[in-house]
């Protein structure tokens, strides 16, 4: 892999993990049910940016890290991609421990934290079995994991990526172009007429 693709790798799993955490903070992750004397049936829901708000910051954070391992090299960038492989840790635990709580303290003879659901129960609910969670958590650990895996990369390969405003040899030296009056003169030096030669012509001589 050259060093180019390697750093689009590296950038691409940052990008698509950045994405999957702002999405897993827009699904449901939690449904309750609540039987009501008045409503019935109520399910209420809870997002994963009401539960774990924290996925969003670090899709930020996941964001940041591809700017900074573009302007950065060798321990700068091994240093953004341990904290990206923290990061990635960290939302990785987050998922895999979305909690169950339920406004409880809004339900008689329950008692929970108070966690803000999407629509609260009514005050008059009481809760009918366990919340159901969803399969939204997994896009969180998903997400967390190739975090971790972009960050593997780039401490892996700081050296071997291009870095943004590197300049890179090209093939062959470009040849100076040699002054004009500089090569009459030394015809002259030399003994030699320089309008019988072949230097450049002088614009001002007739054609």
Known sequence: MTPARRLSAALLALGVAAFALWLATRLVWLRAAYQSPLRGSVTVQATGAQLRPELAAIALVAVAAAAAIV?????????????????????????????????????????????????????DAVAVGLPAHTAAPLLGIGAGLLLVAAAVGVVCWANAMPRLGARYAAPGTARRVPDRDTQWWDALDAGQDPTLKSPPADPGASR
Do not use: H, K, N, Q
């Not at 709580?101 to 008692?111: K, L, N």
């Open 71 to 123: 302007a950065t090299s060798g321990w700068a960038r091994r240093l953004v991609g341990v904290l990206v492989a923290a990061a990635g840790g960290w939302a990785v635990w987050l998922s895999l421990a979305p909690g169950d709580a339920v406004p409880g303290d809004a339900v008689p003879g329950r008692a929970g934290s108070g966690t803000a659901l999407e629509s609260g129960p009514p005050a």
